[in-house]
């Protein structure tokens, strides 16, 4: 018996594309405030240093990144908002 791949639900999207440091952190800092635990989030954003920052503020709050995709122009991060 094979197992399938695990499928992630996104609850909300938020663009913060074109916003940089610490402008990101603070629109899903806000979003995760209107969420319930368990929800996870896509935000994509073109700040360089983005995904150093997530792997920060993850370790700091608790809530995981599940999946950082990156593409040419920005990167893709899901983020569940911890229990």
């Known amino acids: 018996m ?3 791949p695990m499928v992630l639900v996104v609850s ?3 663009d913060c594309r074109w916003m940089y440091d610490p402008l990101p952190i603070f629109y899903l800092q806000d ?3 209107q969420s319930r635990s ?3 989030i896509e935000m994509l954003s073109n700040d ?3 995904h ?4 920060a503020w993850s370790k700091m709050t608790g809530h995981a990144v599940l999946e950082v995709q990156y593409y040419d ?3 893709r991060f899901l983020i569940q ?3």
């Open 31 to 33: 979003t995760l405030a």
């Open 2 to 4: 094979t197992s399938s």
């Open 52 to 55: 150093l920052d997530m792997q």
């Open 38 to 40: 368990g929800e996870i």
């Open 12 to 14: 909300k999207k938020i």
């Open 73 to 75: 122009d920005y990167h």
């Open 48 to 50: 360089p240093g983005s």
């Open 81 to 83: 908002k911890k229990s």
